[in-house]
């Protein structure tokens, strides 16, 4: 029998400091993730020179709590993934430099990963059955794009969002409405109990693009809304106001994900990121994978938002086919999926 290969993963690009061993890809045996969200509450949204001075204070440490937590030591690590972009430069590069020591220090490959194959790859950890090729709709706080997964590490970007991210849309719509951030979590629960309904919000199509996706004129009219009921001095219903926009978000993404696995004759339909623990969007795709005999798949919600055991899934498919980078691997804000 073959050896078992464990990754050393670690993610840092936005609020959250995480490391994980992950084994074969698919066994996360430890997963732990330091989060800043409280105090970027104060800001109402992620500041990014707070993000990279919390992460270094944090990073030694969920290292050596990840390490601990898997009962396993730096010897029995085979490689350390990183994600090294797209995120905020400066958050990237103190996970980055941390992953860099470690391999240096050890001597031992590193592996970087491109924060969305991480996202994608969240998908395999509790869904062992689960293999390429399949459809994969990313929604994150920072990208919303539709990917036709082709193979471990290969993908076709066939839509993307042309202004907001679906989370970003959440989390101004949230700030809108007083609810804070991180908006997506509260509108989620608050929309539980509105009609989604009760406003009929525009849906974007682009013209010639029938996979791409826009959010901000959903904003404006979400704005637009609350400023009128302002003027008119009528009383807002928010768990309906929050419901609508929802189910806007939701009808947009779950179309064009249906038709383009239909159109592509996929069989499988994924989610991941941060939006993807939305309920709504999952009962709403479940649903209409279920009408169309399509499978759904979906990490649980702690595996959706930013972790690093995602980041050693993908880390172990692109250390298997032979991925490695070298010590001069650089923090990359805007690094396109499948670009090297
Ligand atoms: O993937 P993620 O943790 O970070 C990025 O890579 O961006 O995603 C964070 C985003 C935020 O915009 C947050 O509001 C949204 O995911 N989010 C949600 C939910 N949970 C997190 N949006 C809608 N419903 C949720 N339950
Ligand atoms: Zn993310």
Do not use: W
């Not at 020179?49 to 969920?62: F, Y």
């Not at 993307?160 to 849309?169: L, Q």
């Not at 926009?245 to 239909?262: G, P, Y």
């Not at 172990?316 to 499948?338: S, V």
Request: glycine share 8%; net charge negative; aromatic share 6%.
């Amino acid at each position: 029998m073959s050896k078992d290969t464990l990754i050393l993963a670690i993610e840092s690009s936005c609020d959250e400091t995480a490391a994980a061993v992950v084994k074969n890809g698919r066994e996360v045996l430890s997963n732990v993730i330091s989060s800043q969200i409280a105090l970027h509450t104060l800001y109402g949204g992620v500041v990014p020179e707070i993000a990279s001075r919390k992460h270094m204070e944090a990073i030694n440490q969920v290292i050596e709590q990840a390490l601990k937590e898997a009962k396993v030591t730096l010897d029995d690590i085979d490689a350390i993934g990183v994600t090294y972009g797209p995120g905020l430069v400066g958050a990237l590069l103190v996970g980055l430099t941390a992953a860099k020591a470690i391999a240096y220090a050890t001597d031992k490959p590193l592996v970087g990963v491109h924060h969305i194959e991480g996202h994608i790859s969240a998908n395999f950890i509790e869904n062992k059955e689960l293999e390429p090729p399949f459809m994969c709709l990313v929604v994150s706080g920072g990208h919303t794009h539709l990917v036709k997964v082709k193979d471990y590490g290969e993908y076709e970007i066939l839509g993307r969002t042309r202004d907001d991210a679906a989370g970003e849309a959440f989390d101004k719509v949230a700030r809108a409405v007083g609810l804070g951030y991180p908006g997506g979590p509260k509108i989620d629960k608050e929309a539980k109990n509105g009609n989604k309904h009760a406003i009929e919000f525009p849906r974007a199509n682009i013209e010639g693009a029938p996979y791409d996706f826009s959010f901000s004129g959903l904003k404006s009219a979400v704005l637009n809304y609350i400023n009128q009921c302002e003027m008119k001095n009528i009383e807002i219903n928010r768990p309906d106001l929050v419901a609508s926009f929802q189910n806007a978000v939701v009808e947009s993404l779950v179309t064009r994900a249906i038709k383009a696995a239909k159109e592509f004759g996929m069989d499988k339909i994924a989610i991941a990121g941060g939006v993807a623990s939305n309920t709504a969007l999952r009962e709403e795709i479940s649903k209409r994978c279920k009408e169309n005999n399509i499978e759904f798949y979906h990490p649980s919600p702690i595996l959706c938002t930013d972790n690093a055991a995602m980041i050693g899934a993908a880390a172990y498919y692109e250390y298997i086919k032979g991925t490695r980078h070298g010590l001069d691997l650089n923090a990359i804000p805007n690094l396109k999926l499948g670009e090297r």
